[in-house]
């Protein structure tokens, strides 16, 4: 298991002995944030912690580090943990006393509290700190196992957000990278004809997909299904075949883009984009990415797209297929990057899910 092999580095070995269950109260107390309006706040760098995280900062704190803090109404669920001095609103609910046990590892634990199952029992959606303290929860007093479980956690959470981190980073520098390759600021060697201007309709044959129900969508089947915004399923039949770009024309997400290839069946909330002979599929995929449709998705209380408007749109483009198919290659290799890091950034993640379960029910001992 994934998760066994992580815990393997830090010393882990299965025991049987049993954790103790404690009332929330015994292990820590919660206490409601404080009152903190805009028209009062100095700028400064103590952060101001609300139900959703850290929201803006303030010149001094309400309480020092380290600080567990959870949405009191608002966003439910998430919990925030801060090793300097804080300011948590009165949105949020915040650990005033841990009773000797460790902080990092109250908020594990707390992050393991099905909110959800005690939010609106008073008639009003949220969580009432006096229903959290009656909550019963399986926890071990020692605080070296505490502490120990916390630095294997903590390890897996900065290994995320490292990913994640590099992840923003490489998108930013693919935006960079469109920005100079899809609007001809940097050319390639060995492409010396000037760029011309030309209507999207030029590069494309464009129709929208067709009607299908949604009983006619599995989870499994022979040909997969695409609406506006990416794939829905499966069905028994295709309406295109072979390399196509399919943009969103509905709702919020419209404009959303997604390259295909192979038989598919394209819905009617898609526009099927076939490039024109000379033109690269590839390119005009990452073409209209870089061009965002969403911004000229009709003005109407249900955002749309239409094929006349998608063909009318002028942008200056390679008339060389051979460019435009290199630049799509750079896209590609940069678009290949990211999904491998995501790919890490999601496996790192069902770890450290898998050692909460392991680690915060006492199923594995650290000592």
């Known amino acids: 298991m994934e998760s066994s092999t992580a815990l393997a580095e830090h010393g882990v070995h299965a025991m049987t002995s049993s954790w103790t269950h404690k009332p929330l109260r015994e292990i820590m107390t919660l206490q409601r944030g404080f009152d903190l309006p805009k028209k009062e706040r100095r700028e400064g760098q103590v952060p101001i912690i609300s139900s959703s995280g850290a929201e803006d900062f303030h010149a001094v704190s309400a309480k020092q580090g380290p600080g567990v803090v959870t949405g009191r109404y608002g966003t439910i669920g998430k919990v925030f943990y801060s090793e300097e001095p804080y300011w948590p609103l009165n949105t949020t609910l915040f650990v005033s006393n841990f009773h000797g046990n460790s902080p990092r590892y109250c908020y594990y634990l707390l992050s393991r509290l099905n909110f959800r199952e005690h939010s609106g029992k008073t008639g009003v959606p949220g969580v009432n700190r006096n229903d959290l303290h009656t909550v019963e929860m399986l926890t071990t007093t020692d605080t070296r196992e505490q502490e120990a479980i916390a630095e294997a956690l903590w390890d897996m959470d900065t290994l995320i957000e490292a990913l994640e981190g590099l992840i923003a980073k490489k998108r930013l520098i693919k935006q960079g990278v469109m920005q100079d390759l899809l609007t001809g600021k940097r050319r390639l060697p060995g492409f010396p004809e000037e760029w011309v201007l030309k209507t999207l309709g030029d590069f494309a044959h464009m129709k929208s997909g067709e009607a299908i129900t949604s009983a006619c969508i599995t989870e499994?089947?022979?040909?997969?299904?695409?609406?506006?915004?990416?794939?829905?399923?499966?069905?028994?039949?295709?309406?295109?075949?072979?390399?196509?770009?399919?943009?969103?024309?509905?709702?919020?997400?419209?404009?959303?883009?997604?390259?295909?290839?192979?038989?598919?069946?394209?819905?009617?909330?898609?526009?099927?984009?076939?490039?024109?002979?000379?033109?690269?599929?590839?390119?005009?995929?990452?073409?209209?990415?870089?061009?965002?449709?969403?911004?000229?998705?009709?003005?109407?209380?249900?955002?749309?797209?239409?094929?006349?408007?998608?063909?009318?749109?002028?942008?200056?483009?390679?008339?060389?297929?051979?460019?435009?198919?290199?630049?799509?290659?750079i896209l590609d290799e940069m678009d290949a990057e990211i999904r491998a890091l995501e790919s890490r950034s999601k496996k790192a993640r069902r770890v450290k899910e898998g050692m909460m379960q392991n680690l915060l029910t006492g199923r594995i001992r650290l000592i």
């Open 220 to 329: 499994n089947g022979e040909f997969p299904v695409y609406g506006g915004n990416g794939l829905r399923g499966y069905t028994s039949t295709f309406n295109k075949d072979g390399e196509c770009t399919l943009v969103g024309r509905q709702g919020a997400l419209c404009g959303a883009v997604t390259h295909t290839s192979g038989r598919i069946f394209a819905s009617e909330h898609a526009i099927v984009c076939k490039a024109i002979s000379g033109n690269s599929q590839r390119y005009l995929s990452h073409l209209f990415e870089f061009l965002n449709l969403n911004r000229v998705s009709e003005a109407s209380a249900q955002p749309g797209l239409s094929v006349e408007k998608i063909r009318k749109i002028e942008v200056r483009a390679s008339p060389r297929e051979g460019e435009q198919e290199r630049i799509a290659q």
